[in-house]
C-alpha cells in the first residue's frame, strides 16, 4: 500500500536574487511500513524532499499524496491537522518543550488532539516504558541526556499512532552507541507497529539500519536500493 | 497543561517577566491613587461649591442675577414655595434668603461683605451654615433680631471679638441706606477663609427689618439628596413657575467650578492614556523578545499540528496572566498607599492659598469609586491584551521551514 507518493516534484528556492533548484522533477513512492532513508550531502535536497512529505511546505510544480490526502487540494489548517494525527516528526535538535516535563511533552501532541486527561496521561507513560524512559516522566529537557531527550521526541511522535514519522538527521547530534540505541529502538517500534519511518540523513550508520536507501544528489533521486 | 504552559513560559526568564509586570503594577497603582485622588477633589471642590449658599438649584426673580439687589427680589415667594413642595422629591431641602451686598464697619475697619438674612432653622440643612460650623457663640435663632454670625477670619481682620457690635449698611427697598448695629453672637468656620471673610449671616427677621422689606426674598436655595438629578429638578420646577422666574442649577452659578471638574475628568483621561502608552510598548517590547526567541519552538509547534490560532491563544494567555497579577497587585498597592489618606486627607495647607482659588479645602481625602477602578483596570487589561495581538500574530505566522532555519 502507498502511503507517500512524490509526483513530478520541484521545489525553486529564492536566496537573495539567486533562484535555487532544489527539488527537480522527484518520483517517488513509499509503501506503508517502509524504514527508509533519504541520503545525501548537504544541500542535495533531502531536508527539502521531507518537508514536503511532512506538509511543512508546499512543491512549486508537481503533487505529494500522503495517506490518500492530495496535499494541492488541501488548505493550511486542514494540512496542519493532518500532521496533528498522522504523521510524526522528530528533529535533530530534539525540539522538546523545555517548561514542560518529559511526559507532558509526549502529552502534549495529544492535548492538541483534544484527547481526555486521563487517555493521555496514561499513553504518554506506556509510550515513554517502552521507549526505555519509565523513571524519568518527570524529567525536564535540561534533566536528560541527547539520548533521552532523542528518545522523548521520538516517542511524542509515535504517540498518537501515525501513519508515518519523519525524522531529520535524528542521531546527528547523538554519540555512534546513543545512536545505536535509538535506531534499534524505532526499527522495533517500525516492524511492531508498522509505523513507516522516513529518515534524512547522511549518517552511515542510520544508511546500515535502513531498509531502503534513496540517494538524493543535486535535488534529483540519484540512486533508490533496497536490502 | 493549555493553561500550564503559558504560565510556566513566562518564568522561563523571571527577571523579563517581573520588570514588566512591575511597569504593570505602577500603571495600575498610578491609575487607582491619582483617579481616587482626582475625585476627592473634585468632591470636595463639588461639596464645597454648593455648601456656600449655591445649593444643587436656585430660583431667583428674573434680573436678580444681572443685578442683585433688593429691588429685584421676588415679591410673592409663596408661590415658590407652593411649586418647590410640589416638585421636590423626597429627601430634597430648601431655604429662602435675603441677600445683599453691603459694608461691614466697626471702629477701626470696614469691608465689603454679603449680608445674608436666613431662615436658620432650614438653612443648617441647605448649607454649611449651620451649628456644627459655629466655633465660638452660638448660632442664630428664628427671630434673633441683633444677632449676627460672622467668620473667623472677619473676626480677625476686624480685631473684634464675640459680643462686640458691628455695623452693616445697605440699601433698603427706598433707595435709602440703612444701617443697624449687631451684636456678634457667634464665629463661623468655613472650609475656605475667603467665605468667612465674605459673608456675614442674621436672621431673616433682622435683614428684613433693616432693608425695610415686607414678604420679599432674594433666593431660594436647593439641595438634592441625589445631585445627578439637577437638571432634571431643574426643568421640572422652571416648568411650573409661573413667568417672572429663574432657575439657575450649580453649573450655572459656579462655571468655574464645571470646568474644573471637567479638567479633572480630562486629566484622569489623559493618565489614563499616558499610562496605556508607556506600559503598552513595555508589554510590546517584552512579549516580541520573548517571541523571537521562541519562534523555532513555536514553528516546531505548528509542525506538530497545533494552528496558528492556538498559538496566538498561548501568546495571549501569557500576557493575561502578567496583566491580571499586574492589576492585582497594583490595586492592592494602590488600596493599601490610599488608606492612610481616607483616614488623615492629604494636607494642602503648604498651597493653602492655591487650593482656595480653586475652591479645595486645605484637607483633600481621596474618593474611591468603584467605576474608576474597574475602568483603570478593564482599560489596563485591555489594552495589554490588543497589544500582545501583535507579537503574538507574529508568532503564529511564522512556518515551520522558516522557524526550523532559525538557530
Known sequence: MKIVESINVSKTYQQGKVAVNALKNVNLTIEKGEFMALAGPSGSGKTTLLNLIGGLDLPGEGKIIVNGNDYSKMNPSQLAELRLFKIGFVFQAYNLIPVLSAVENVEYVMLLQGAPEKERKEKAERILDEVGLGDKYSRRPNELSGGQQQRVAVARAIVSNPAIVLADEPTANLDSKTGDGLLTLMKKINEKKQVTFIFSTHDRMVMEYAARMVHIRDGQVAEDTKK | ?407
Not at chain 2, 497603582?29 to 461649591?49: H, T
Not at chain 2, 431641602?93 to 451686598?101: E, F, K, L, Y
Not at chain 2, 492655591?354 to 481621596?366: C, D, K, N, Q, T
Open chain 2, 1 to 407: 497543561m493549555h493553561f500550564k504552559l503559558p504560565w510556566r513560559n513566562l518564568w522561563r526568564n523571571p527577571r523579563r517577566t517581573l520588570i514588566i509586570m512591575a511597569a504593570v503594577i505602577i500603571g495600575v497603582w498610578s491609575m487607582v491613587f491619582l483617579s481616587a485622588l482626582m475625585r476627592g477633589m473634585s468632591e470636595n471642590m463639588f461639596e464645597n461649591g454648593i455648601s456656600i449658599l449655591t445649593g444643587d438649584l436656585q430660583i431667583h426673580q428674573k434680573g436678580y442675577r444681572s443685578d442683585p439687589v433688593i429691588e429685584n427680589s421676588m415679591s410673592n415667594p409663596g408661590e415658590v414655595k407652593r411649586v418647590l413642595a410640589e416638585t421636590l422629591p423626597e429627601g430634597a431641602r430648601w431655604a429662602s434668603r435675603i441677600r445683599v451686598n453691603a459694608i461691614a464697619q466697626n471702629a477701626r475697619h470696614s469691608a465689603g461683605i454679603t449680608f445674608v438674612g436666613v431662615d436658620p432653622d432650614k438653612e443648617k440643612y441647605v448649607s454649611f451654615i449651620k451649628p456644627a460650623a459655629v466655633s465660638e457663640g452660638k448660632y442664630l435663632s428664628e427671630g434673633d433680631q441683633r444677632r449676627i454670625l460672622v467668620g473667623k477670619a472677619l473676626l480677625e481682620k476686624f480685631e473684634t471679638r464675640i459680643g462686640h457690635k458691628i455695623v452693616i449698611m445697605a440699601q433698603d427697598t427706598n433707595g435709602e441706606i440703612a444701617s443697624k448695629a449687631f451684636r456678634i453672637g457667634g464665629v463661623f468656620r468655613s472650609e475656605l477663609s475667603s467665605t468667612e471673610k465674605q459673608y456675614v449671616f442674621v436672621s431673616k427677621d433682622a435683614a428684613k427689618e433693616l432693608l425695610r422689606l415686607s414678604s420679599g426674598i432674594s433666593e431660594f436655595a436647593v439641595l438634592l439628596e441625589d445631585h445627578k438629578r439637577v437638571d432634571q429638578i431643574a426643568g421640572r420646577i422652571a416648568e411650573k413657575l409661573p413667568e417672572g422666574y429663574e432657575v439657575h442649577t450649580w453649573k450655572d452659578l459656579l462655571p468655574m467650578m464645571k470646568a474644573w471638574t471637567a479638567m479633572i475628568d480630562g486629566f484622569n483621561l489623559i493618565w489614563y492614556v499616558v499610562v496605556f502608552i508607556a506600559m503598552g510598548f513595555g508589554i510590546i517590547n517584552t512579549l516580541l523578545m520573548a517571541v523571537y526567541e521562541r519562534m523555532r519552538e513555536f514553528g516546531m509547534l505548528k509542525a506538530l499540528g497545533m494552528k496558528p490560532v492556538w498559538i496566538i491563544r498561548n501568546v495571549l494567555c501569557e500576557s493575561f496572566y502578567i496583566l491580571f497579577l499586574g492589576i492585582v497587585i497594583g490595586d492592592i498597592i494602590g488600596l493599601l498607599s490610599l488608606a492612610p489618606l481616607f483616614q488623615s486627607g492629604l494636607d494642602l495647607s503648604a498651597m493653602a492659598v492655591g487650593a482656595e482659588m480653586a475652591g479645595l479645602s486645605r484637607v483633600i481625602f481621596p474618593s474611591l469609586n468603584p467605576n474608576d477602578m474597574i475602568l483603570a483596570n478593564t482599560v489596563v487589561l485591555f489594552s495589554g491584551l490588543l497589544v500582545t495581538l501583535y507579537p503574538a500574530v507574529e508568532a503564529a505566522r511564522i512556518t515551520p521551514v522558516e522557524a526550523m532555519m532559525k538557530t
